[in-house]
């Protein structure tokens, strides 16, 4: 026990050194780390830890997409379209509908099921399709919609990152969190008003014609054409429209839009691709002197009178914007429309006043308490009381060594979790120094007091981390947020204070034995 | 030259603890009907992480006058408000309760509360947790205590004897829920950092006991027909010293954060410097003294062999 093999030697050694070579640049400055970015190979250790936004101040927004409407909005779809298919083929039927997640419908004539399979069967291949008689029941299968939601998710994400990124928040990270969430975060945002209002909207654009026909009461009463809705203004309160359900133009074919002026009036023009544009050439043609709402998020923006075909692909849309809500809105259709729509459920925003305090006293805390525990332990164990403090000062910087390597996020709950895995550390030590005075009292020589010291104290300090270290495990797999950054940190922490009591102290008193042959030990 | 250490703890204590336990189990029942009574009388004061609702930590330039704040904020018909003044006359911390609806009510009412506060006010911390996010906080750190406090019992049944492990539990489960009183009686926020706080105690609760077992497994193996109660007051008294230098220099550790902290570890810090206390106290009084009522069995013809040395 008290003779190290060479190897071992240097293996502790080399650790050490490590650790304090990658815990330096946490120390150095940001000058100095952005100098050694710069000027050394990539492989040259220059990170420094990575700081929650509870120590560096910002937003913390957890967002869940509604990806069940992608998949109801796909039912609606596909009862409009069975309506539409089943009439081109003049099969009669009756009782058209949605019910527990599948269309249903009757024929009136059984004898026509098989030309109605088929009708079913050139609309959508995929669909499970089943028939009794002349009732029909078309469900997706459980394939096709986990891969429908699983796209809308992919895509929200991108759709979320590009909303953020529009905004010129810096290093924005968006993650996805289990089935149908998104985790953003927001480095340095203390206001996050503005990107909560993006996210909050769908921005759906579609172009549609009035139904300038349609009596407004009338339609408020429930009497409306099933090709027709009855949307609200999106400018004044208790203003509707009758307009078409049937959409001549979508936002998803626009390449690009941007915040402009016309007659002093903020506006936002837009431009379409090739196939966008010929359709919305097409569609003001054929309707001069008709009324086109632009309809965003099933809200009518405005609805002007098309005095002329609109043929260039290009066009502006007016409506009592002001200057920051035209920028918004030219945003989200330049980034594109949500799947589905986007609730927020949690936020958590750190002023950086407060990030900067934590830090503050934290770090403060933690010194004070470092200072008095070595205090303490150097009084309690004299010259080995030393030799555990250096031994943890090499376990302070592995664990900033660790954890600027892993790129782990350092919280302020995280800061407890070192300043208890120092206590751990501690504890290690107590153990063995302990034991070695019971040793010694027992009459052993120095040299073989310590040699048991370390071998009987090994159990006890394996077991007892081993407990400490489950929890911190399970802490991380079961928390969240801060209380993550707490275990990460412990875990961290547990590990090095093992490795700093067993290997370091020892390598330090096996020296030091070597160094002096001593005939006691002050211990 | 030689630094004399000191001998905080005498090494040849003879304390009887186990003569003694009839006071600790008074102790340890009296703390648990506390617990129990002031769950009952005041429950906990559940935080918005578990309840869902809304936080906000402000300061203004100059001191706030907290009654005409709070005048301000009920115009706005949110339901409960609560302000506290907290360090300076000029931080308030506000708390909202969870608006009626979903997160959008929420997201809604935080929304007017800026826009009903002075612009000069700096938002510290605005925390809104919407009900759906609450209730699977709650039930993940449920989840979280319940599962590590049997993972670690399992694990000391597995390395010792069942005995021990079931010991261990139980003087774990105790300390928790004696902590879990702490945060009633004091009406302490009850959050996400209060479950770290109750793991971290289960830790070092059982990190704690372990080493009181780990002798008292040693001693049985070398000392074939002493009396289990002498082998376990031996072994209490030999780590008496060890259990006091680990409970004293974390102690000395968590102190100033619980001065220095910040609001944010304060309750945190306050919790564990509680929870060391009676995680001390249970490794001897509750886990050890257990064992007398189920006595380990003694395998000495297995374990002859002293642990084994290493290296």
Redesign the interface.
């Known amino acids: 026990?008290v003779?190290?093999?060479r190897w071992?030697v240097i293996l502790i050694a080399t650790i050490c050194v490590l650790g304090v070579l990658y815990a330096a640049p946490n120390v150095i400055g940001a000058k100095a780390v952005s100098w050694l970015q710069r000027t050394m190979p990539a492989a040259f250790p220059s990170q420094t830890v990575n700081l929650g936004l509870?120590l560096r101040g910002g937003s913390h927004l957890?967002l869940?997409v509604a990806v069940d409407t992608v998949i109801d909005e796909r039912m609606q779809g596909l009862v409009d379209q069975t309506r539409t298919e089943l009439r081109g083929a003049r099969i009669g039927y009756t009782d058209l509908g949605l019910s527990s997640g599948s269309v249903h419908f009757n024929l009136t004539d059984p004898a026509q099921a098989d030309k109605a399979k088929q009708v079913v069967h050139d609309m959508d291949n995929e669909l499970d399709v089943s028939v009794t008689g002349g009732d029909f029941s078309l469900k997706m299968s459980e394939a096709n919609i986990v891969e429908r939601k699983r796209a809308a998710m992919d895509q929200s994400i991108e759709i979320v990152r590009r909303r953020i990124d529009e905004t010129g928040t810096r290093e924005p990270s968006i993650q996805r969190e289990g089935d149908d969430r998104i985790l953003v975060q927001l480095p340095g945002v203390?206001?996050p008003?503005r990107i909560?209002n993006l996210l909050?909207q769908t921005a759906k654009l579609t172009f549609r014609l009035v139904d300038e026909t349609a009596s407004i009461p009338e339609a408020q009463a429930g009497h409306l054409s099933a090709a027709t809705e009855l949307l609200p203004s999106a400018e004044t309160q208790g203003q509707f429209l009758v307009v078409q359900k049937r959409v001549m133009v979508s936002g998803d074919t626009l390449v690009d839009a941007q915040p402009s002026f016309q007659n002093g009036e903020p506006v936002v023009s837009f431009k379409f691709d090739s196939v966008g544009g010929r359709r919305f050439g097409e569609a003001t043609r054929t309707n001069v002197g008709h009324l086109f709402a632009i309809v965003l998020d099933n809200k009518i923006i405005s609805a002007p009178v098309i005095r002329e075909p609109i043929l260039g692909g290009a066009g502006v849309i007016e409506g009592h914007f002001t200057t920051q809500s035209a920028q918004d809105l030219a945003l989200l259709l330049r980034a594109g429309a949500l799947p589905a729509p986007i609730?927020?459920?949690?936020?958590?925003?750190?002023?950086p006043?407060?990030g900067a305090?934590?830090i503050k006293?934290?770090a403060?805390?933690?010194l004070?308490?470092?200072a008095?525990?070595v205090v303490?332990?150097?009084?309690?164990?004299?010259?080995?009381?030393?030799f555990g403090t250096i031994a943890l000062m090499f376990n302070i910087a592995l664990v900033f060594a660790i954890l600027s390597i892993l790129q782990a996020t350092l919280t302020?709950?995280g800061?407890?979790g070192i300043?208890?895995a120092?206590?751990?550390a501690?504890?290690a030590n107590?153990?063995v120094f302990?034991r070695i005075?019971?040793e010694l009292?027992l009459g052993r020589s120095p040299i073989s007091a310590i040699?048991a010291g370390y071998?009987?104290a090994?159990?006890?300090i394996i077991?007892?981390?081993?407990?400490?270290l489950?929890?911190?495990i399970?802490?991380y797999?079961?928390?969240?947020?801060?209380?993550k950054g707490?275990?990460v940190t412990?875990t961290i922490g547990i590990i090095t204070s093992i490795f700093s009591a067993v290997m370091v102290t020892r390598l330090i008193v096996v020296w030091w034995l070597r160094a002096t042959k001593p005939k006691t030990i002050?211990? | 030259m030689f630094l004399r250490p000191i001998h905080f703890i005498p090494h040849d204590t003879k304390i009887d603890f186990v003569a003694k336990r009839w006071w600790a189990f008074s102790m340890t029942i009296l703390l648990v009907i506390i617990t129990i009574g002031a769950l009952a009388v005041k429950g906990l004061n559940f935080g918005i992480d578990f309840k869902g609702g809304i936080l906000i930590e402000t300061k203004a330039p100059q001191s706030i006058d907290i009654s005409a704040l709070r005048t301000q904020l009920e115009t706005l018909s949110l339901g409960e408000v609560a302000l506290q003044e907290f360090g300076a006359p000029n931080d308030v911390l506000i708390r909202i309760q969870r608006q009626a609806g979903d997160e959008t009510a929420q997201m809604k009412a935080i929304q007017d509360v800026r826009d009903k506060l002075s612009t000069t006010y700096e938002y510290r911390r605005v925390e809104v947790v919407g009900p759906t996010v609450g209730a699977e906080l709650l039930r993940a750190g449920i989840l979280a205590t319940v599962f590590a406090i049997l993972a670690i019992a399992l694990y000391v049944g597995l390395r010792f004897e069942w005995q021990f492990g079931l010991a261990a539990l139980i003087a774990t489960l105790h300390d928790v829920f004696v902590t879990v009183g702490l945060y009633a009686v004091l009406q302490l926020d009850f959050n996400l950092t209060a479950i770290a706080a109750l793991l971290t105690l289960a830790g070092y609760s059982i990190n704690d006991t372990v080493v009181v077992f780990d002798r008292i497994r040693e001693t049985l193996r070398r000392q074939k027909a002493t009396d289990l109660r002498v082998i376990i007051n031996d072994a209490v008294n030999q780590t008496l010293s060890r259990t006091m230098m680990t409970a004293s220099t974390t102690l000395l550790a968590l102190l100033p954060l619980v001065f220095l902290g910040g609001q944010t570890l304060i309750n945190f810090s306050l919790a564990l410097t509680w929870g060391i206390l009676v995680g001390t106290y249970s490794s001897i009084y509750v886990a050890a003294a257990l064992l007398i009522y189920m006595p380990p069995l003694r395998r000495i013809e297995i374990t002859r062999v002293p642990a084994k040395v290493e290296g």
């Open positions: 026990m003779y190290l093999e071992k509870d957890l869940e203390d206001d008003e909560k909050g609730k927020i459920l949690e936020e958590r925003t750190v002023g006043g407060l305090d934590s006293a934290g403060t805390a933690s004070i308490g470092l008095l525990v303490f332990f150097i009084f309690a164990y004299g010259l080995f009381g030393i302020l709950p800061i407890a300043v208890l120092i206590a751990t501690l504890d107590v153990l302990e005075r019971e009292r040699d071998s009987r090994l159990s006890a077991d007892a981390n081993m407990t400490t489950i929890a911190a399970l802490l797999i079961f928390g969240s947020g801060p209380v707490f275990a412990l002050p211990i």
